[in-house]
């Protein structure tokens, strides 16, 4: 479900002074000495550029992992889980082998043994847990170089759904996603001592002015004339369709910040200023929008949509300048298609930070047709967000939804659809 806490995110920078500070955070791994499969020549001097690469576009801190084991892999993650979590910007790469079975993608440990594809989720990593690692962040974005043969499958054994080559695409909501080369296609270690692709990201990623949305694009174009067509990077680009920078020309501090776009990218730049616009559709989005293209193509429907922002809602309420706060929730389970029918686990997160509950071990237990009273109140100033999400089996949680909660007073009802479960959420907005 396209959450819209990141557009607000987005624009809320854009307008804010010069001397704010975004945090970015990156993990950087590269496996190459595998103790069960082909040893890889360049993960480690790739993760040696891409560190380098984002320490120029200012992440303000780089973890370097190498030759991560299965636990070692596992701590890495959950350590920077927490990294990642309220951060502005949150990036994994991940150089080495990487394979498409049982209909998933696995990243591999080096010391994955793989008897069978039956030890997939003992021995190698799920790439939804890498996704999940950065859920926490504001932009996310999973950069990953093992789209290479699968060193395991001749030996597993018959009607086993495992590709001999190549990755899996994948869709991820709200998560920039590149992969070195196309679904079932492996990607070029190149001749020198960094792969194609890597050189791209080395070349890219520290790029004034290049909105985070147009990165993957880039890097695909540089690698496709890189190797003359034969490679083509994969880019799954579900995120806010408002310009996100890592390296603004003139505000380097800032993630998100009001570009000098050259004449010609006018077009391009517009239309993305656009579509973040109509996917927060706020005051403040709009008004970004008129900003920066006061004669643009959408002008008028840019005013026309402040005129209706600003004018009383359908159910009475007014749009009101100060405190804000929202109460009364009741979350009604619709559907639910957890294994085996097993209830959802669900907590709330507030304004994209607080919790509630606080810990694992009081998340609420919803079974379908069931409701929750929620007993705890929030208070806000203009827009915000609420989260219901769902801890998972293994440790981490996942975004079921998001509430965009804008500074007008009435009683709501939304309906949530996310993880393949639907909910129903009541709440009430009051004035301070």
């Given at each position: ?46 993760i040696r550029i891409v560190a380098d690469a984002a320490k120029k576009a200012g992440f303000d801190e780089v973890v370097v992992a190498s030759d991560l084991t299965n636990q070692a892999f596992q701590t890495s993650m959950r350590d920077f889980r927490a990294k990642a979590d309220g951060a502005d910007v949150a990036m994994v ?30 021995e190698a990593i799920q790439l939804d847990r890498l996704v999940e690692a950065v859920s926490g962040a504001q932009i996310r974005m999973v950069v990953l170089d093992a789209c290479r043969n699968n060193p395991f499958g001749s030996k ?277």
């Amino acid at each position: 479900m396209t959450r819209f806490f990141l557009p607000f995110l987005a624009l809320f920078l854009l307008l804010a002074p010069a001397s704010a500070e975004a945090r970015k955070v990156a993990l950087v791994i590269g496996n190459a000495s595998y103790a069960h499969a082909s040893a890889l020549t360049n993960p480690a001097n790739d993760i040696r550029i891409v560190a380098d690469a984002a320490k120029k576009a200012g992440f303000d801190e780089v973890v370097v992992a190498s030759d991560l084991t299965n636990q070692a892999f596992q701590t890495s993650m959950r350590d920077f889980r927490a990294k990642a979590d309220g951060a502005d910007v949150a990036m994994v790469y991940f150089a080495g082998h990487g394979i498409e079975a049982q209909g998933k993608n696995w990243l591999l440990p080096t010391d994955a043994k793989l008897e069978s594809d039956l030890d997939l989720p003992y021995e190698a990593i799920q790439l939804d847990r890498l996704v999940e690692a950065v859920s926490g962040a504001q932009i996310r974005m999973v950069v990953l170089d093992a789209c290479r043969n699968n060193p395991f499958g001749s030996k597993w054994r018959s009607g086993t759904r495992a590709v001999a080559r190549g990755m899996a695409g994948v869709e991820a909501d709200d998560v920039l996603v590149i992969f070195a080369a196309a679904p079932g296609q492996t990607a070029s270690d190149g001749t020198g001592a960094n792969s194609p692709f890597a050189l791209a990201i080395a070349r890219r990623l520290p790029e004034a002015d290049l909105p985070v949305q147009l990165l993957g694009g880039a890097i695909r174009d540089d690698v496709l004339a890189a190797t003359g067509g034969n490679q083509r990077p994969f880019v799954s680009a579900s995120i806010t369709g408002t310009p996100v920078y890592l390296v603004p020309r003139t505000v380097p501090t800032l993630v998100a910040a009001t570009p000098t776009v050259p004449t010609g990218d006018r077009t391009a730049s517009e239309e993305i200023f656009w579509k973040g616009a109509l996917a927060e559709s706020s005051v403040r989005a709009f008004s970004a929008y008129l900003s920066e293209f006061p004669s643009g193509r959408y002008a008028g429907d840019a005013s026309d949509a402040i005129a209706r922002l600003l004018a009383p809602s359908a159910d009475g309420g007014a749009v009101r300048r100060g405190k804000y706060r929202v109460s009364d929730i009741v979350i009604e389970c619709i559907k639910v298609t957890g294994f085996l029918g097993l209830p959802d686990q669900l907590f709330l997160r507030f304004g994209g930070s607080q919790r509630f509950p606080e810990s694992k071990k009081d998340s609420y237990t919803m079974k379908k047709g069931q409701r929750w009273v929620v007993p705890r109140s929030f208070d806000f100033d203009g827009n915000s967000t609420v989260q219901l999400l769902e801890d998972d089996d293994v440790g981490g949680n996942d975004i079921l939804g998001t509430i965009d909660l804008e500074p007008r007073v009435g009683n709501f009802t939304r309906t949530i659809n996310g993880d393949r479960s639907e909910y129903r959420v009541t709440y009430k907005v009051s004035a301070e």
